[in-house]
């Protein structure tokens, strides 16, 4: 892909995988990662956001750019990098 800012093509651009993730789903994967062996408690009693935080990627797409690294992934190299640091 080339490299370009908001002033060569005139906008931000959402930067994503176009898998749609839950925050519970998030929250179990680090869960996992970080070797946590406690219960995750969800506060139901609170409002749980935007039913859906999927974001169109479609024009980062056009681009030719495509996620390298899949999250789960990445969480695991920030979280070594984290402990290592």
Do not use: C
Request: glycine content about 10%; hydrophobic content about 35%; aromatic content about 8%.
């Amino acid at each position: 892909m080339n490299n370009y800012n908001a002033i060569d093509i005139g906008e931000f651009i959402n930067i994503g995988t176009g898998k749609d993730q839950t925050i519970q789903e998030l929250a179990k994967i680090i869960r996992d990662i970080v070797g946590f062996k406690g219960k995750i408690e969800w506060d139901s009693s609170k409002p749980d956001g935007t039913p859906q935080k999927l974001l169109d990627i479609s024009r980062i797409s056009e681009l030719g750019w495509q996620a390298k690294i899949r999250l789960e992934k990445g969480i695991k190299r920030t979280y070594k990098w984290h402990v290592e640091n």
